[in-house]
């Protein structure tokens, strides 16, 4: 029951999201990313992608989940925000991996880890990323960032990580 | 009047005494395990393997028998003749197991007998051969054998095992995909990645695997042949490849696809490659398992807003929630006879294995170690397998069915999981 | 007539007080047993701890399995036969619960039992196996 609250209240924040989006950026950014990726020479882009890529080396790329929930949590939507402002404009895609803590059944954890990479692909896509640019996979509980059992440990596991490609 | 009121009340009391025989009831019993003596069977000395330590060993796990040292033993019979009964007795023994071990070129040859040492009788007498590499599975018939004599359950000793053990040292051989014995022994590597391996599932006819690998940095299902080691990819579709499960026929894998963007659980068959869509939800829908008569799976869903069991008719697409108790119920696996449900289940933030009666829905927790999960049961109901941590290490750990007896598998270097107990060879 | 009457009276008189007094001794009689009975009653839950301490069930016992059996002893407390009445159909469970009555081997309580209650009720008695304990 509390889940389902949870989840339309998420659905309201992206939906102001989108809004926000809309208003501030018109759709030519997909276009225009497309168009830089097609043109340039190999050469010529990965230059840019370099100097593009210290622009957000800054930005966390680690973004973190409450237990068996795949809802962005607030402090991760700056750092997205800029991954999301750097997509836009350069020629690189992205990876997100998610990740579950060890607790509950393995093949659950793989799906939970899909839905959080999910949750931050959407939010980048209704940034104005293209989402042919984006590649998902979950790795479940396969592969934690940190050993042990507790809170400290399982709470740094629930995660996604964006990555470069 | 008088009379005649007394003669009444004597014709009843009369009536009770003479008419009925006094019977007792036993409404309860002990868990202790039966006392057995295993002789060291007559000219088995100094072979590759100690076939007396292994049947001891069995039956021990069982937790159904409690074997008696061989150094407490007064006589060292080998056949019904050189048997007396008091000296079992004495020791405490219910039953008594005596053989011989005859070498044909090479080839081995048992004869053992089965004694109810308290009814001074001989159960059975029987043979079993094999080479010297087979001495072990000599010897497993042996405890399948006295077991189903003296339980009424058929032995599951000499099935097998898989688990997938992780070293956790980043390398080509990180994870490993493991089939051994159903005592742990004679493993060997079926396959190993430097990528994960989760989920394997044994075919019904014992001959293949079917199990999740990201060698291709991307979850995708293999089945391979055990006995030429032979792989095939399965599937490689967008998003999740998973949790894979043999029909009773084995003709077709039940797995978890999420290419059209929620995990679904499909039907595969696997002579077409021919997908089929079984559930439509935007919830998870994960880990199916198939009913016996091969026509529902049940499955593990937070449809209703957290992980419950559900059970989805394949003719119909009827769906019907399975459990209630509780906030998380995950990874169903039905019992052999069908009228058990076993699971993941967690109460105040801990993890266990339950066992659910089908028909009454009563609840039972089997396990109370620590991060409980991957339930496997054996094919003869009696046992199954599951993965725990201790020391911070993934073990295996064994407990039966009615949670009375509970071991753990003896664990060797990184991470064990994922235990899937094989079927009985038919 | 009168004496006649007098007679019959006397012979009614007679036979009342035999049957009075045949009733007397039999609702003794009667007493008797039920004293045996109440002493037979008061064994029953030191014998059937006895036997239920030695009741191994194997794995494939159930809660609504049964089995009756008949066992006899001697004056001793010594087991001489047990035998099957009721099977409960699941022969692992049978089996069980004579091994736990022959491994008893010796109801060390029926010993100090008074002779009349040892014939009347222990000399031949049942078990029933009816456990309450298990699964389903």
């Known amino acids: 029951m509390l889940k389902s609250i949870k989840s339309f209240a998420i659905l309201a924040v992206v939906m102001g999201l989108m809004v926000g989006c809309s208003s501030n950026k018109p759709a030519e950014d997909p276009n225009a990313a497309n168009a830089a990726g097609t043109g340039a020479g190999v050469t010529q882009s990965t230059v840019d992608v370099d100097n593009d890529l210290s622009a957000v080396a800054g930005l966390a790329t680690v973004f973190y989940f409450e237990f068996d929930s795949a809802v962005l949590l607030p402090e991760g939507r700056a750092a997205l925000i800029g991954h999301a402002e750097f997509l836009r404009n350069a020629s690189k895609s992205v990876r997100l991996e998610g990740h579950a803590d060890e607790r509950g059944t393995r093949e659950y954890n793989m799906a939970l880890g899909e839905r959080r990479a999910n949750a931050v692909r959407d939010f980048l896509v209704l940034q104005g990323v293209s989402s042919s640019k984006i590649e998902t996979v979950s790795y479940g509980e396969e592969r934690p960032a940190v050993s042990g059992s507790g809170e400290s440990s399982y709470s740094k596991n629930r995660r996604v990580e964006l990555s470069y490609q | 009047m008088k009379y005649s009121w007394i003669f009444l009340f004597i014709l009843s009391l009369f009536a009770t005494p003479v008419m009925a025989r006094l019977t007792i009831e036993i409404t309860s019993g002990v868990d202790n395990p039966t006392p057995i003596a295993v002789v060291p069977f007559a000219g088995s000395l100094g072979l590759s393997e100690d076939i007396q330590d292994i049947v001891s060993a069995d039956l021990l796990r069982s937790g159904f028998f409690r074997p008696i040292p061989k150094t407490d033993m007064l006589s060292m019979p080998k056949a019904e003749a050189e048997v007396f009964y008091r000296d079992w007795r004495m020791l405490g023994a219910s039953y008594l197991v005596v053989g011989q071990m005859t070498n044909m070129g090479g080839r081995y040859q048992l004869q053992f007998e089965l004694y109810d040492v308290i009814s001074q009788r001989k159960i059975f007498q029987k043979q079993v051969a094999g080479t010297d590499s087979q001495l072990r599975d000599i010897a497993h018939a042996v405890s399948d054998a006295v077991y189903e004599a003296i339980t009424g359950i058929r032995g599951a000793f000499s099935t097998k095992i898989l688990y997938v053990e992780d070293l956790k040292q980043a390398g080509a051989g990180r994870y490993r995909l493991v089939y051994a014995d159903a005592d742990g022994a004679r493993d060997r590597v079926l396959f190993s990645s430097s990528e994960p391996l989760l989920s394997p599932a044994w075919s019904n006819d014992m001959s293949k695997v079917a199990y999740v690998s990201f060698e291709t940095s991307r979850p995708a299902i293999f089945i391979q042949e055990l006995a030429t080691g032979k792989r095939t990819q399965m599937t490689n579709f967008q998003g999740l490849n998973g949790a894979p499960a043999w029909s009773p026929d084995d003709q077709s894998l039940a797995l978890v696809l999420s290419k059209d963007g929620n995990p679904e659980i499909y039907t595969l068959e696997i002579a077409t490659k021919k997908l089929r869509r079984v559930t439509d939800h935007f919830a998870i829908d994960t880990e199916p398992n198939w009913t016996a008569d091969g026509r529902s799976l049940i499955f593990t869903s937070n449809r209703g807003g957290s992980p419950q069991i559900y059970q989805v008719s394949l003719a119909t697409g009827r769906v019907e929630r399975l459990t209630f108790e509780g906030d998380y119920n995950a990874r169903p696996r039905l019992s052999p006879d069908g009228k058990t449900i076993i699971m993941v289940h967690r109460r105040d933030g801990i993890f266990h294995i339950t066992s659910q009666d089908v028909k009454t829905g009563n609840m039972r927790i089997l396990t109370e170690t620590w991060l409980d999960e991957s339930p496997s049961i054996a094919p003869n109901g009696a046992m199954l397998l599951y993965a725990t941590q201790h020391q911070n290490k993934g073990v295996l750990a064994a407990v039966s069915m009615d949670a009375g007896v509970k071991f753990r598998l003896p664990s060797k270097q990184g991470d064990v999981r994922e235990p899937a107990w094989s079927p009985f060879s038919k | ?136």
Not at chain 3, 38 to 51: C, D, H, P
Not at chain 3, 77 to 104: C, I, P, Y
């Open chain 3, 1 to 136: 007539m009168e004496a006649e009457k007098k007679q019959q009276e006397q012979q009614r008189k007679q036979r009342e007080q035999q049957a009075f007094e045949a009733a007397l001794a039999q609702e003794q009689a009667s007493l008797e047993e039920q004293s045996y009975a109440v002493t037979a009653q008061s064994y029953m839950s030191a014998i059937a701890q006895r036997v239920s301490s030695k009741w191994s069930r194997p794995a494939s016992a159930r809660n609504g399995m049964q089995c009756l059996l008949l066992i006899k002893l001697v004056p001793t407390g010594r087991v001489v036969s047990v035998d099957v009445l009721k099977g409960s159909g699941n022969s692992a469970f049978d089996l069980s619960a004579v091994q736990a009555v022959k491994s008893v081997e010796q109801f060390d309580e029926i010993k100090d039992m008074p002779r009349e209650v040892f014939e009347r009720h222990y000399r031949e008695f049942e078990f029933l196996f009816n456990p309450q304990d298990l699964r389903q």
